[in-house]
């Protein structure tokens, strides 16, 4: 590194300087050359160099190798969770300052990236849960035939100690691991609507992916171009706009613009398409232009969007506003909702509710846990509106 970098231009935004000078810090404890490191990560030298100048922000994929080869450096001693999480924040901030179609394709990439992690997690978590569940099917038919094999010894044998010793063992033994059965359910159930989730978001960060794409080579209108035609419009007038847009590039453009108009603009747009465009984000994107919506704007979204995801976007909202607007929503929408969030947290919305919608929300949460598992749909994300 000696003398190999400049210092940074004073013209740099300072999203791009924090997260440049982070990574200079990191790159400086290797002790190796700008071309040394870049033969090591199979780069260019001119790559490596725009990367920690600034001029460029880097994938989150370099992020993460410069961390790893860091950690190697200190005697495997990795990143603690604060330091991830603001090179994590700085990333986001110099991908979201700017303006090129670069940046959202990167933003879009590393966040492909993210979800195609969770997908690969929650089909691990899939397989385990039907392993563990076969398991124990395959316990309790042993135990079964084993009983039968008891109750037929005391049958011919009428008084044998050790066998009622052992069948009323092999009893207790049977509901314990009955019950174990139904949480199992339970579990898989969930994870199996996880996955799916997980599915259906990389499918829609990859249509993404490719509006965006399409957009950069010349496609459409210039990413930037439309947000600042849209700045000038009304937001009425910006509503039509982006119902004429293919929902992909919609999202793109929602994500983009200033959470204000976009809030603004969302009001002038049909419920069932405005969340469409919102469950197309993930949640804390979602919370700028979600939090500046009126309660009844936000109860009228509620009513199409995935609860998952609604969980998601309510758990980011303070508690006195979150139960006032569950208090609002239908009782089923709610429960549906609660059912998604950490019970700790459900049960202190539920402490805020009115008495006779928390007995209904209570009853419906008891109904869905005691029901029968059911294989979720093929798509979990749909809705009440086509995409």
């Not at 033969?39 to 410069?66: C, I, M, N, Q, T």
């Not at 919609?250 to 419920?271: F, G, K």
């Not at 995801?309 to 239908?330: C, F, K, M, Y």
């Not at 019970?343 to 005691?370: D, S």
């Amino acid at each position: 590194m000696r003398g190999e970098l400049k210092p940074l231009p004073e013209a740099l935004p300072q999203a791009q300087r924090a997260l440049a000078q982070q990574l200079r810090a990191l790159f400086g404890g290797l002790g190796i050359s700008v071309t040394r490191y870049s033969a090591r990560v199979h780069l260019d030298k001119s790559v490596v160099s725009r990367y920690l100048s600034g001029s460029r922000v880097p994938p989150w994929a370099f992020v993460r190798e410069l961390l790893v080869h860091a950690t190697q450096e200190r005697d495997q001693t990795p990143p603690t969770v604060a330091v991830v999480s603001h090179l994590k924040t700085l990333h986001r901030a110099a991908l979201e300052a700017g303006n090129a179609t670069y940046h959202t394709l990167l933003l879009l990439q590393d966040q492909l990236a993210e979800a195609d992690q969770d997908a690969k997690r929650a089909k691990l978590r899939e397989r385990d849960l039907e392993l563990a569940l076969q398991t124990a099917h395959q316990r309790i038919a042993e135990m079964a035939v084993r009983e039968r094999e008891l109750q037929a010894a005391l049958e011919t044998a009428h008084e044998d100690g050790a066998a009622l010793e052992e069948l009323h063992a092999h009893g207790e033994d049977g509901d314990s691991l009955r019950g174990e059965v139904a949480r199992l359910e339970q579990e898989l159930e969930a994870a199996r609507r996880r996955h799916a989730q997980a599915e259906q978001r990389c499918m829609e960060l990859e249509r993404q992916l490719e509006a965006v794409q399409r957009t950069s080579d010349g496609a459409g209108m210039d990413l930037r171009l439309t947000l600042d035609a849209l700045a000038v419009l009304s937001p009425r007038q910006a509503a039509a706009e982006l119902g004429e847009m293919d929902r992909d590039w919609a999202a793109v453009v929602l994500r983009r613009m200033d959470p204000l108009h976009a809030a603004a603009t969302l009001a002038h747009v049909a419920p069932p398409m405005a969340a469409n465009l919102l469950g197309r984000m993930m949640s804390r994107e979602a919370l700028p232009i979600v939090s500046r919506l009126k309660p009844p704007q936000v109860l009228a979204l509620a009513e199409y969007m995935d609860p998952r995801w609604a969980a998601a976007v309510a758990r980011q909202l303070d508690t006195q506003s979150l139960a006032l607007l569950l208090n609002l929503l239908p009782a089923v929408r709610t429960a549906a909702v609660l059912g998604q969030m950490p019970p700790p947290e459900a049960t202190t919305l539920l402490e805020l509710m009115e008495p006779t919608k928390k007995a209904a929300v209570l009853e419906l949460v008891q109904h869905q846990a005691t029901r029968p598992t059911v294989h979720p749909p093929e798509d979990t994300a749909g809705d009440k509106d086509e995409r």
